[in-house]
């Protein structure tokens, strides 16, 4: 087991110091960490919400609307369902050393980048050429 990495309450990762340090690494970890609760903590409300919010509503349009709210929230969830798999996956690479690296270059992605997404798993120029080469693809 890995001994606590000590980081201020305000750091964040900086350009200057060694790229993916134990530092920045613990940052990023923590992160995803607190992402990751956010998101479970509003699925396990969403449940509650569910269960008890289940009425008989004697107006059509009522019950229309209620469901309409039911499934979009429920596509909602599913999304940050898939979004905690990339989270886990992020934490993965954490702890494999591949985090902060392109899967497809190999080249560091920007801290800027990690920081607004930490679960990028390309450099921004890669993801462009990614999602024209799908736009390309998906209109054969």
Request: hydrophobic share 30%.
């Amino acid at each position: 087991m890995k001994p606590e990495v000590f980081l201020p309450d305000d750091y964040r990762p900086a350009e200057d110091e060694p790229f993916m340090s134990e530092r920045q690494l613990e940052y990023f970890r923590r992160k995803l960490l607190a992402w990751k609760e956010e998101i479970l903590s509003g699925s396990k409300e969403t449940l509650a919400g569910l269960a008890s919010g289940s009425r008989n509503l004697p107006d059509i349009a009522d019950r229309a609307s209620e469901e309409t709210d039911r499934a979009l929230e429920l596509r909602t969830r599913d999304r940050q369902r898939k979004l905690v798999a990339k989270i886990d996956s992020a934490l993965r690479r954490i702890e494999n050393g591949e985090f902060g690296y392109c899967d497809v270059t190999g080249e560091p992605i920007s801290l800027r980048r990690l920081d607004a997404r930490p679960i990028a798993t390309m450099t921004l120029e890669a993801q462009e050429r990614h999602e024209r080469s799908e736009r390309v693809h998906r209109d054969d």
